[in-house]
């Protein structure tokens, strides 16, 4: 099993920052890949960026692309977003989510590919 605890959401004005982290425990050994998604009030929950613990592919999400920077630092098993020029359109519930398999990377934007998923973390950005 693997579990994972996010933190770093809060309340920030449109145009800030926040850094996201997301501490992985367990068979984190066998963790293949992690990803962020986000969930807004009455919408279904969406893909941000994913990173393969090898550190050799990184994707984000068009919206995101540019303004996020996700990464990783293997030694304390824990996956960071760090979330610049934040919008309100950004406000959401964030997820984190670990993936033990060796898939594919073009399918690692799809929630159902992550086995283990963390409680999330409310992000708010006031206009």
């Known amino acids: 099993q693997v579990q994972l605890v996010e933190s770093g959401g809060g309340l920030v004005q449109a145009g800030g920052s926040l850094r996201l982290s997301c501490a992985a425990s367990g068979r984190t050994f066998n963790s293949y890949a992690m990803g962020w998604f986000r969930q807004a009030p009455g919408k279904e929950r969406e893909f941000v960026a994913w990173i393969r613990w090898s550190g050799d592919a990184i994707y984000y999400a068009n919206s995101v692309k540019g303004r996020f920077t996700i990464s990783g630092d293997n030694a304390k098993n824990t996956v960071y977003l760090q979330m610049n020029s934040l919008k309100p359109e950004d406000t959401a519930v964030y997820y984190c989510?670990?993936?033990?398999?060796?898939?594919?990377?073009?399918?690692?934007?799809?929630?159902?590919?992550?086995?283990?998923w963390g409680q999330g973390t409310q992000v708010t950005i006031s206009s």
């Open positions: 989510a670990a993936t033990t398999q060796p898939v594919n990377i073009v399918v690692l934007t799809l929630r159902s590919v992550y086995e283990y």
